[in-house]
């Protein structure tokens, strides 16, 4: 993560809103956006080395999202996150994927994987299944994608 504790959170966005060339009212207003929808907004003006872990990991979801990139690359995003702010970031994510932005999500959590269009399926470095969600589970007799995991192990 690449946080300033030694600023805001506020202050975190701001500059890396300045680094994509937000300025102003649309950087004032985009931050406080963020910090909002990730529950951020009443400790957006303390310093991040009081932020606990699930709170940096917000944070630099909310980075991310600063610039309303159309492409997005997220490595487990909501691992230490609450279930009702999980609900509220996948919410955010089918928003964005509605607006035509990609997003690549990393996870090891099914259920959220059963969110996704597609799904690859990798272990131990290799890709073992890579293909529409639902011809995944087609290819399962439980309607799991952890069955396919055992398959390939087991060599079906």
């Not at 300045?18 to 990730?38: A, I, P, T, V």
């Not at 890709?127 to 994608?145: K, V």
Request: contains cysteine.
């Amino acid at each position: 993560e690449a946080l300033y504790t030694d600023i805001t959170g506020r202050e975190n966005l701001a500059f890396y809103g300045g680094l994509y060339g937000l300025r102003g009212k649309h950087m004032k207003s985009r931050c406080n956006e963020l910090l909002e929808l990730l529950d951020l907004a009443q400790d957006g003006d303390k310093l991040v080395e009081a932020y606990s872990g699930g709170m940096r990991k917000r944070l630099s979801l909310a980075i991310a999202l600063i610039h309303q990139p159309h492409f997005l690359l997220l490595d487990e995003p909501t691992v230490g996150i609450d279930p009702v702010l999980r609900k509220t970031i996948w919410e955010m994510f089918m928003r964005l994927k509605q607006q035509n932005h990609c997003l690549v999500i990393s996870t090891h959590v099914m259920d959220e994987a059963l969110k996704c269009p597609r799904c690859a399926l990798i272990y131990g470095g290799k890709i073992l299944y890579d293909d529409q969600t639902e011809n995944l589970l087609a290819q399962t007799r439980s309607g799991t994608l952890e069955e396919l995991f055992f398959m390939a192990k087991e060599g079906v």
